[in-house]
């Protein structure tokens, strides 16, 4: 097989342009600056007869209009399977806004979300331009201190940090891909400084360390942050928590060889229709109004916030739709899970130790921005599910369709 990877600014250069991540009165304003550039990572990995491209992102979440735009110029332009175009965020809550068309804050702006298409066209470019003869290595390793469960304080969640390394004839890596699952949430909602925050400052020193930038891929980590463990919420923070991270990622011995050829990509959906209890939901968002009036808990007042944005959203609604789709790609000795939601480490564990194939990577927050999926235990005590009010019987039927394609 080949590989390649290349490496492109997503910082908007003009001003003013916007922001987005947390229920922020911020994100109507436009930024006040850059404290670090933010990334697109393109990695184009070719199977022969097949080729599998992608676009990792250091925003919040993937829109589905800007994935069916970059996949048509990519089948338009290089004949590639749309199937085959993976294109993900970090979840990173210090982002960009300005590609976005649904966002509901700041605005829009086509010359930005036309440069996003064409940067995808020029990495798909590049990247064919330069592919080597690869081989394919792997190393996991179990990593606790700087993030974990953010429903059970002290446990961990889904710690395990896979890195893959393709490297070249001259044993040089030429693409990579780290698979996490925590969200990268360090920075106070009150910052109006982009940043790459979490995992695109990991990435940096990741690059500076072993002098490659890996493909930061965010796995199953719907219940999964720095809040516990956190010891400040500022850029002291984060340079703490990112060089924690890089150092003991840097210490995964990748010595186990994988065999990679494209077998076959498998496809399942699940469509959820539910009513809006509108009393119920305004009962909710008024108990949270109360409690806010006295709350001083820098935590707590985030998650009251968080809550209260997906509740008022359902006082618009009679009935709530959520449609679901997740895709498994087979390569031998990786299996490439793909879902646009934001799984909670229960889920991620148990669909990896399902897995067949030697290494497991959990594509979370890819090719479309899908919903809160917790397990029924968390329900009744978590933002995420009483904000979403998704049956918890339609979750565990979605995870069962994804583990049925494995």
Known sequence: MKAHSEQYCLTPTYK?????????????????????????????LDFNDQKLFLFSTDWLHVE??????????????????????????????????????????????????????????????????????????????VIPGYYGSRIVYGEL?????????????????????????????????????????FAGNVR????????YAPAMIVGAAGDCSTRATRQG????????VAQGMAEEISKIEVNEKLELEFERIASTEHHVRYPIDHKEVQRIIDANEEELKTCQDFDRRKILNSMMSGLRRKLTMDEARADWF??????????????????????????KRLSPAKCCLIFGYTNGRGSYLFPKEY????????SSGIPAEEVENYINKIIAIL
Not at 93 to 98: E, F, N, Y
Not at 178 to 191: L, M
Not at 326 to 350: H, M, N, Q, Y
Request: net charge negative.
């Open 157 to 197: 969640a889904d710690n395990e940090v896979i890195l893959v390394e393709f490297r070249n004839a001259q044993n040089q890596v030429v693409a990579a891909i780290c698979n996490w699952a925590v969200h990268s949430t360090v920075i106070t909602p009150d910052n109006a400084l982009l940043t790459a925050e």
């Open 16 to 44: 003013p342009f916007y922001m987005i991540g947390y229920n922020s009165p911020l994100r109507d304003l436009p930024a006040q600056g850059v404290h670090d550039d933010i990334y697109v990572t393109t990695t184009l």
């Open 379 to 386: 329900y009744g005590l978590t933002f995420e599910t009483i």
């Open 204 to 211: 940096r020193l990741l690059k500076e360390r072993k002098g």
């Open 233 to 240: 919420n500022d850029f002291n923070e984060l340079q703490r």
């Open 64 to 141: 589905d209009e800007i994935v069916s735009e970059i996949r048509e110029r990519l089948q338009a332009q290089f004949n590639q399977d749309p199937k085959l175009v993976l294109i993900s965020a970090t979840h990173n809550h210090q982002s960009v806004r300005d590609h976005m068309q649904s966002a509901k804050s700041g605005q829009f702006n086509q010359e930005y979300h036309d440069h996003v298409l064409d940067l995808a066209v020029r990495g798909y470019q590049e990247c064919s331009a330069q592919l080597e003869e690869v081989e394919c290595w792997m190393g996991r390793k």
């Open 326 to 351: 997740a895709d498994t790609l087979r390569l031998k000795d990786i299996e490439i899970v793909v879902s646009p939601c934001e799984l909670a480490s229960k889920f991620g564990k148990e669909i």
